[in-house]
């Protein structure tokens, strides 16, 4: 497994964002089975149905964000991390070093603005305290490793696309406060 940033797994279900006052509202495969997936009204099963690669999802009163898509670990890696930073989920990787160079490639920089980019607003409330978690777990009883972000209040475009090289593919959300 890489290295150089930190890194969570899933077990095969989508990844999901939310804030951090709002985990216990999670219920996750609560109510879920095998037999009734997709018909369910777990948060697992309607998390499931999100295909974009961030969309919204009501999590009681309030908003999460499914991370859909392609299945492969995560990690969170900014540079300024109080005004956003990238989701990057790895899809395959010869060398994890490659990651920072390719989200300042002019490649990256033209996706961001191309047609197949997804956007996504964000509005992160104070204190700014946002997870990243299986959207299989129970909110107030994670049990699997999760991502802690800190970013400042405010609205912030979720952009996201597909990033393939010779040497990579990986999925990246970028977060940018507006």
């Not at 989508?14 to 009734?36: V, Y």
């Not at 997936?37 to 999590?59: F, V």
């Not at 961001?112 to 964000?122: C, D, T």
Request: hydrophobic letters at 40%; proline letters at 4%.
């Amino acid at each position: 497994m890489p290295d150089l940033h930190d890194w969570i797994d899933t077990a095969g279900g989508p990844f999901l964002l939310i804030a951090e006052e709002s985990l216990s509202s999670w219920r996750g495969t609560e109510g879920w089975t095998f037999e009734t997936h997709g018909e369910d009204a777990s948060d697992y099963s309607r998390a499931c149905g999100i295909s974009d690669w961030i969309g919204p999802i009501t999590s009681g009163a309030d908003t999460a964000y499914v991370l859909g898509g392609d299945v492969g670990p995560i990690s969170w890696i900014t540079t300024n991390e109080l005004e956003g930073g990238y989701l990057v989920q790895w899809i395959g990787i010869d060398d994890e070093a490659e990651i920072l160079p390719a989200l300042h490639s002019e490649a990256y920089k033209e996706l961001l603005q191309s047609e197949r980019a997804e956007h996504v607003s964000i509005k992160v409330h104070e204190p700014g305290e946002l997870r990243v978690i299986q959207a299989a777990e129970i909110g107030d009883d994670l049990a699997a490793a999760s991502l802690a972000i800190k970013l400042r209040p405010g609205t912030y475009c979720a952009t996201s696309v597909y990033l393939e090289t010779t040497s990579l593919m990986i999925v990246v959300r970028r977060l940018k406060l507006q």
